[in-house]
């Protein structure tokens, strides 16, 4: 059992605690509401580059790591489509540190030409060379606005294209930054070595007087539901052809996620997942296959990725991956694979939440979704996903008709 207590400061910062003395540690995550879904489709990217901006430093503490890592502390951070999130572990004596920087980049960043210049060059080339210069890497870049023709989940959290970076001016930065980088529009946990008391102390004395800032009114429109299969063909100089496969899902949590959660691990976890054994052992037509969910805040999906053997036509393997899920339909999942499965997810929450950075971080991310209190339920929701609903689930989502497939062929040619 994970225990916490929560309060709100005045200026709307959500604070969250989880007390635990047997560590000489603390860890801080700051969660923000904000990621690649809140930017202008004209301006991609944002939120990632703002990650980065966020360790450039201010006009008080013109470098961030050097006094944390004087102080003991590690910290780092990342970006998706829903959230920015950023997190520290330091000794307790050293928290007010942490504390420090935090609220410090909170109030206010040292915006400038140099360093907004400095930052979206480091993202460009991160472009460049994660997405664009590397083999697969732009699967995403063509199956997300295959799969979504509305909602900006159809772009990934590096953006469309790095001109969109190259582009973004200071005023941009300026008013992004003022428009979601708030107390009123984030959440701060806290675990390890700290009571619930000195907790609700430092964030008033750290973060109290930071001042709500008016946060930029979400309006999303809802991806229509996808009624027909698609598909893309796209050749590239990798070194075996790919097939990605991408279904509509229900969000982070709702109802359904737990069982096409599972579902993920039944078709390609490890080497017992259904289509390893079928696809790679016996009919040796990949030569590696995985499964998993975006589990994003809204309706996410369930992305399929198979690597072909050589040898091996991307028609019999389409086929294959269908026929396979086909079989999810009409007879039910056996009570041991059942099994397998929940051990799984039973055993990587529990032991998730032996760390401290887990638990402040999964507080952190539950709370935005409402109901911190999953954190000592979700194993349960696991454990109660049964055969019926394994089978009600393939049945209701993963249809060829709410399917988008992106054909990655391979143009390489034998050396």
């Not at 572990?89 to 210049?117: G, Y």
């Not at 996808?226 to 790919?242: G, K, L, M, Y």
């Not at 691990?265 to 079928?278: M, P, Q, T």
Request: net charge negative; hydrophobic share 35%; proline share 4%.
């Amino acid at each position: 059992m994970v225990s916490f207590s929560k309060f709100t400061l005045d200026n709307g910062l959500r604070v969250i605690v989880h007390e635990d003395s047997s560590t000489p540690l603390v860890a801080i995550n700051l969660l923000y509401d904000v990621g690649s879904k809140d930017e202008d489709p004209s301006v991609t990217g944002l939120a990632h580059l703002f990650e980065h901006l966020m360790f450039g430093g201010t006009s008080e503490i013109p470098e961030f790591d050097t006094p944390l890592l004087l102080a003991g502390g590690e910290n780092n951070a990342f970006t998706n489509s829903d959230i920015t999130n950023f997190y520290i572990t330091v000794p307790a004596e050293n928290i007010e540190t942490a504390l420090w920087l935090e609220s410090d980049r909170m109030n206010c960043l040292d915006f400038n030409n140099k360093s907004l210049d400095v930052q979206k060059k480091v993202v460009v080339e991160e472009f460049n060379q994660r997405y664009l210069n590397y083999p697969y890497g732009d699967s995403l870049l063509c199956l997300k606005p295959l799969a979504y023709k509305v909602h900006p989940y159809r772009w990934p959290t590096i953006g469309i294209d790095p001109s969109h970076i190259r582009n973004v001016t200071l005023s941009q930065a300026g008013d992004f930054f003022y428009s979601h980088y708030a107390p009123n529009n984030a959440i701060l946990a806290l675990a390890g070595k700290i009571t619930p008391s000195q907790a609700m102390k430092l964030a008033e004395k750290w973060f109290g007087n930071i001042e709500r800032r008016k946060i930029t009114t979400r309006e999303l429109t809802a991806e229509p539901e996808q009624t027909e299969e698609r598909t893309q063909v796209v050749e590239r100089d990798v070194p075996a052809s790919s097939i990605f496969k991408a279904w509509h899902v229900p969000a982070s949590r709702k109802e359904g996620f737990y069982a096409c959660d599972m579902i993920t691990d039944i078709l390609a976890g490890g080497e017992s997942g259904r289509l390893s054994v079928r696809l790679i052992k016996r009919k040796k037509l990949f030569s590696e296959i995985d499964a998993f969910i975006t589990a994003d805040i809204d309706p996410g999906l369930l992305i399929l990725h198979g690597k072909l053997m050589k040898e091996a036509k991307m028609e019999e393997a389409n086929d294959s991956i269908n026929e396979t899920i086909e079989d999810l339909k009409t007879k039910y999942v056996s009570a041991a694979e059942m099994e397998k499965v929940k051990n799984k997810y039973e055993s990587s929450v529990i032991y998730g939440n032996t760390s401290i950075l887990n638990k402040a971080m999964n507080l952190a991310y539950l709370e935005l979704l409402g109901n911190p209190n999953l954190i000592n339920e979700e194993a349960d929701l696991y454990r109660g996903v049964d055969k019926t609903i394994v089978m009600d689930t393939v049945h209701k989502y993963l249809n060829r008709s709410n399917c988008s497939t992106l054909f990655y062929k391979s143009t390489r040619k034998e050396r």
